[in-house]
């Protein structure tokens, strides 16, 4: 199939395939025109790749997981060995940034409870003088 369909079969735009295959994630047969022609294993692929992001694991990582994965029932399994040990580091990093991110929220809540004046539309925001004319 060629590009449009393949954007079309999995909703991912044509800007973002070719980064994919810029990264080394996903290589589509070349027509002597140079077009890029993809098989039905490619949008299965991207599936997983668009699957990983979402993960968030960088691309530089999906391109070594990729080839250690297999789906089963819609699971991604690994196969490689190795490879469930890199993914905990992952997890870990990615539990890290989250706990950074919450003590970042809750500092921002903390500040902002702390204003003496509320945006107007806030709950408990004094109404404007328009507001209390009408």
Same mark, same amino acid.
């Given at each position: 199939?060629?590009?449009?369909?393949? !954007?079309?079969? /999995? +909703? !991912?735009?044509?800007?973002?395939?070719?980064?994919?295959?810029?990264?080394?994630?996903?290589?589509?047969?070349?027509?002597?025109? +140079?077009?890029?022609?993809?098989?039905?294993?490619?949008? =299965? *692929?991207?599936?997983? &790749?668009?699957?990983?992001?979402?993960?968030?694991?960088? /691309?530089?990582? &999906?391109?070594? !997981?990729?080839?250690? &994965?297999?789906?089963?029932?819609?699971?991604l399994v690994p196969t490689c060995p190795? *490879?469930?040990?890199? *993914?905990?580091?992952?997890s870990e990093r990615i539990t890290r940034?989250?706990?950074e991110l919450r003590a970042s929220r809750?500092? *921002?809540?903390? !500040?902002?409870?702390?204003?003496?004046?509320?945006?107007? +539309? =806030?709950? +408990?925001?004094?109404?404007? &003088?328009?507001?209390?004319?009408?």
């Open positions: 199939m060629r590009m449009k369909e393949m !954007v079309r079969r /999995t +909703g !991912v735009h044509e800007r973002l395939l070719r980064y994919y295959e810029q990264q080394g994630l996903l290589e589509p047969e070349r027509l002597p025109s +140079g077009y890029r022609v993809y098989s039905e294993s490619d949008v =299965e *692929l991207v599936r997983r &790749i668009r699957c990983l992001l979402a993960a968030g694991l960088p /691309t530089s990582l &999906i391109a070594q !997981v990729l080839p250690c &994965i297999r789906s089963d029932d819609g699971r190795d *490879l469930v040990a890199q *993914l905990r580091q992952e940034a989250i706990e809750t500092m *921002l809540d903390t !500040v902002i409870a702390a204003a003496p004046f509320q945006s107007a +539309g =806030e709950p +408990g925001a004094p109404r404007s &003088i328009m507001a209390e004319a009408n």
